[in-house]
């Protein structure tokens, strides 16, 4: 990245900065040892402020800039990456996108929590696999890496948007006996989502796994039901 842009984006960080905010991420995303962001660093900017530094440095931004970006030991400056590339992304034609999609791909260790993964999967990986090839969206799924599973569940939410089930209402089942609950609320509200476009496949799935449901999931998957059938289910 060039020297003078870089300054500049920085300096536009910092005048965001907020430490009390800063310990409320580190907090909230888990970075204490042990914790699924263990280690992460936080300068505490709000997403509005991080999405309008995005727009302001999008044109001027290259790819290899934002990869740059996206590798980088603070977590603002990989959601800014992510920002930047996603809008890259809906103005590219199929090769740029292509290329966009092999960065993202390629620094996936760096898309390491769950609000970077919410953000940016059914934007890039979830446009791309829905027109594409599905190899790696199942070759993620099958990982046994929390962030690059999250990421192939998550990206089905582009599909489900168009009316297309399949893949989420498979990737539940086989997340039916995962043991970490990101994964519990992330196949949750995929189902819930499926829920509010086409309420009969959330019913047969319920139906047939609710049983087998980690508490999680259920819960993230009624919540747009009634209340009788929210207690039935939750009984059951």
């Known amino acids: 990245m060039k020297t003078d842009l870089k300054k500049e984006l920085f300096k536009d960080l910092d005048r965001c900065k907020d430490k009390a905010f800063a310990w409320y991420q580190a907090k909230i995303f888990q970075t204490h040892r042990g914790g699924y962001g263990e280690g992460d660093l936080f300068y505490g900017i709000r997403v509005p402020q991080l999405r309008s530094i995005a727009i302001k440095y999008f044109k ?21 990456a992510l920002m930047i590339l996603i809008e890259a992304y809906k103005k590219a034609n199929s090769d740029l996108r292509f290329n966009i999609m092999q960065v993202y791909l390629k620094n996936f260790k760096y898309i390491n929590n769950w609000d970077l993964v919410d953000l940016s999967a059914p934007c890039i990986p979830g446009h791309y696999w829905h027109g594409n090839s599905l190899r790696d969206l199942w070759k993620y799924a099958k990982s046994g890496s929390l962030w690059k599973e999250r990421i192939a569940m998550v990206s089905t939410l582009y599909f489900i948007k168009h009316g297309r089930f399949a893949e989420t209402l498979e990737l539940s ?31 047969l799935f319920l139906n047939t796994y609710s049983k087998l449901m980690p508490r999680t999931m259920l819960r993230y998957s009624i919540e747009k039901l009634s209340i009788k059938e929210r207690e039935w289910y939750l009984k059951k």
């Open 173 to 203: 089942k086989l997340f039916l006996s995962h043991k970490h609950d990101l994964i519990h609320k992330a196949s949750g509200w995929m189902l819930r989502e499926i829920g509010k476009m086409n309420i009969k496949p959330l019913i």
């Open 60 to 80: 001027d931004i290259t790819l290899e800039d934002a990869e740059e970006l996206l590798q980088h030991k603070i977590h603002e400056l990989r959601v800014v």
